[in-house]
């Protein structure tokens, strides 16, 4: 049996979508299992589910159907590791220009970043503060596109103690309300 560290996470996309979801790097337990967000203790299924994003809570194993609404999802850096401590300035590096590519080629109108660590990587913006939620400019645009909206939650593993789980469950809302404002949420 491969270690958790050889078991890479596929990418779910596909052009224009609403939203790609985009976390730091797997865990051990959703490398394990081979699904995004399977560790029980994370709180991205049920943000989904109660913030108005898809009909029911889906499961770690069901993550193929976020494409169904319109959604994907990713890491930013798709090693993966105990820790996003262990990550290295390499591993971001090669993960942000890899996304930053991605991104210019799929399009996707919003780009939600589960956890303020994926963002900083992913724009550069590394030492100024990041407020939660939508951010004042779009992202990743090239000359023949605006780019894309950018929404930044905060982690939703467990191991995030800086907000509260209310606090984290109630950025999926607020992703939810712009959606439906700009008319791309899929059940409203």
Same mark, same amino acid.
């Given at each position: 049996?491969?270690? !958790? ?11 224009? #979508?609403? $939203?790609?979801?985009?976390? +730091? ?9 081979? !699904?995004?967000? /399977?560790?029980? /203790? ?13 009909? =029911?809570? #889906? ?13 994907? +999802?990713?890491? #930013? @850096?798709? =090693? ?18 890899? !996304?930053?590519?991605? $991104?210019? &080629?799929?399009?996707?109108? &919003? @780009? ?5 660590? /994926? ?10 503060? $990041? ?18 909206? $950018? !929404?930044? +939650? ?6 995030? /103690? ?5 606090? =984290? ?9 712009? #959606? ?9």
């Amino acid at each position: 049996m491969l270690p !958790f560290t050889e078991k890479w996470l596929p990418t779910y996309i596909r052009r224009d #979508l609403t $939203v790609l979801f985009c976390g +730091i790097n797997p865990g051990r337990v959703s490398a394990t299992a081979g !699904f995004h967000y /399977a560790n029980p /203790a994370n709180l991205f299924w049920r943000g989904l589910y109660e913030g108005g994003l898809t009909p =029911r809570q #889906l499961k770690p194993e069901e993550t193929a159907c976020l494409l169904d609404f319109g959604y994907g +999802i990713t890491d #930013l @850096v798709s =090693r993966p590791t105990r820790s996003s401590s262990d990550l290295t300035d390499a591993d971001f590096n090669t993960g942000a220009e890899q !996304f930053v590519h991605m $991104v210019g &080629v799929y399009r996707p109108r &919003v @780009v939600c970043f589960n956890g303020i660590t /994926a963002f900083r990587h992913a724009t550069g913006k590394k030492k100024e503060p $990041v407020p939660l939620g939508l951010q004042p400019d779009r992202y990743f645009g090239t000359q023949d596109w605006p780019g894309s909206w $950018v !929404f930044v +939650i905060p982690s939703t593993s467990g191991a995030n /103690a800086s907000f509260s789980r209310e606090e =984290r469950l109630a950025m999926f809302s607020e992703l939810s309300l712009f #959606l439906q404002e700009k008319g791309w949420h899929p059940f409203r």
